[in-house]
């Protein structure tokens, strides 16, 4: 198994992270968990969106590695389960990944999961908190 690979399953965008900015916060892309916030110190830009979303515990969605069942996937294309719109393919291609509204921690490893094109799996690494 390649590094890159390796990097997707993890939940870590080994490619393609520009295409990321300015459409969501390093706290959705689970830099927390990666150390890559500091809460304490430093003024960035999102600085006072992150802490307000750390404060009032408002985290309602991540960043997640999503595979393809079959079918295929767009970029920017809406995600959806039960007929419920639940999130938005952000990379597609090789290594995709999709901003994911927090669902039931019971969805992990489900298959029920589409696009207008695809059948599509989402999977929640173990190291990151719920």
Known sequence: MNIIHHSHKLGIVPKNLNKLQNKLFGIECNYEELNGIDFKKGCYVGQENTARIKLKNKLSKRLLPISMIDGK??????????????????????????????????????????????????????????
Request: proline share 3%; hydrophobic share 35%; charged share 35%.
């Open 73 to 130: 996937l767009t970029e920017g294309e809406s995600i959806y389960y039960n007929d419920n719109e639940i999130g938005k393919v952000l990379i597609d291609k090789e290594y995709p990944f999709a901003l994911i509204k927090y669902l039931d921690e019971n969805f992990n490893g489900k298959s029920d999961f589409n696009t207008k094109e695809a059948s599509i799996k989402i999977e929640m690494p173990d190291w990151i908190k719920n």
